[in-house]
């Protein structure tokens, strides 16, 4: 399987990052992690990407970020755990929308492989 | 652990976000927040690699180029914040002179604001606001006052401005400023 990495995934990432937030609150590494996962290890992205997007996002109102209280091996560096708000669900919904669009109208285009 | 690599992946955090144009909170927040992330992952590595030098080599691969995320995270921080630094930063030397050099102009445009009217009423006794307590002996002084401050800022400025950027060319003849102090 051809990889995907952070050049295929720009305009999208952000909507990546709602839709993993959605199965709850994570922190910058758990993102990556479930990103991994729902991508069946094809998604390769730099891990410090991501939180442009997250302070992106984040400016944006669409997810909410408090400091995580434990620093246990961590030399006490902190994470930030996101959660979504409800802003970020509803431009969830909007982007989950723009996308079937998207693949409804490019894969008709395209046709199914041969 | 060893104290180096917590050390060696803080000096990367810098390279990434010292010269980012944002504030200091800011800026703080995201070296904390980066420098975990790098841990936890130097972490996993660590106990996958069995050595030190490789596991915050893999690390940094991971994370990616420093100087790619800098350009990433200066296009996320907002940019009011951007242009508030941009002007009143304390490390952009050049952008402070060039705000004050415009102070200077706003102060010369505002003292002929003062000097035109004192002008008018020199050749037209009759004042042209009745109500008007400022005679041409507050108005005129002042604007000349305001004026000649203003001219003297403009001048100074422009002066301090030209002699950086002629030490900052000598300084750096291949033009490498990307990275610098972190504050």
Redesign the interface.
Known sequence: MQNINGDMLRGHLETLILSTLDQGQA???EIIRRLHESGCGALRL????L???L??LE?AGLVHAAWEEE?K???G????IYRLTAKGTKELNKGREAWRHFVAVIGGILGEPA | MSDAV?TDLAAYIER?IGAIPASASRKR??R??????L???Y?EELERLHDERTAAARTKQ????PD??RN??T????WVERLFLLLFGKGNLMARWLWMYFVGVLAVFVGFGFILPAIQQLRDPAPIMPNNRFGIGVLMPFGVVLSVVGVLLMGYNLRKGFRLRRSRSTSRPNGDNSVNAAN
């Open positions: 922190h910058g590494l730099k891990e410090g990407s939180y442009p997007a302070y992106r400016n620093t091996g961590r030399r560096a902190r994470r930030r | 917590p990434a927040r995201m904390e927040e980066l420098l975990a992330h841990l936890d992952i972490d991971r994370f990616g180029l790619d995320l990433e995270l296009a996320a921080v907002p």
